[in-house]
């Protein structure tokens, strides 16, 4: 692979994180409940640590800060539709909705990773996907404790 093409590659993904960052702040300032807002501002700056992560990469002096860990996957995502984002939204609404746009960001670079050859790229966007698996499993998480409330009863 020619650096122009891994150049374009980090930009794209770049662009990405920085969507997901303008993402998690719009929908944040929508939210009146206090842990969703919280939630939310921690996925935005997980966002801006991640294009600090790849821009460093680009320049050539990053550090290896992702570890590969393994996720558990909830798939409430894939088997639950996304609320409308325009209408008003419950706190369980914006952990689906961050769980959505978390599984887009895994599927985004695990794609790119399946079309890079064996090698540090491919390593590097397989780490970027995992993170994004990550935030989806902490939002699932949130989103099951938020719909379906444990009872006393069991």
Request: proline share 1%; net charge negative.
């Amino acid at each position: 692979m020619n650096d122009t093409t891994l150049d374009k590659v980090i930009d794209k993904a770049i662009q990405r994180e920085e969507e997901a960052y303008s993402f998690y702040m719009k929908l944040e300032s929508k939210v009146n409940d206090s842990t969703a807002k919280e939630t939310l501002k921690f996925l935005a700056n997980e966002e801006v640590k991640h294009k600090e992560f790849l821009i460093s990469y680009k320049k050539g002096s990053y550090k290896n800060s992702l570890q590969m860990s393994q996720v558990i996957s909830y798939k409430i995502a894939e088997h639950i539709d996304k609320p409308d984002i325009e209408g008003k939204l419950d706190t369980k609404d914006v952990y689906l909705i961050a769980a959505h746009r978390e599984l887009n960001s895994y599927n985004f670079y695990k794609e790119l990773a399946s079309l890079q050859p064996d090698g540090e790229v491919k390593d590097i966007l397989l780490r970027m996907a995992n993170e994004e698996l990550k935030h989806k499993e902490k939002v699932e998480y949130l989103y099951a404790n938020t719909t379906f409330i444990q009872t006393d009863g069991g």
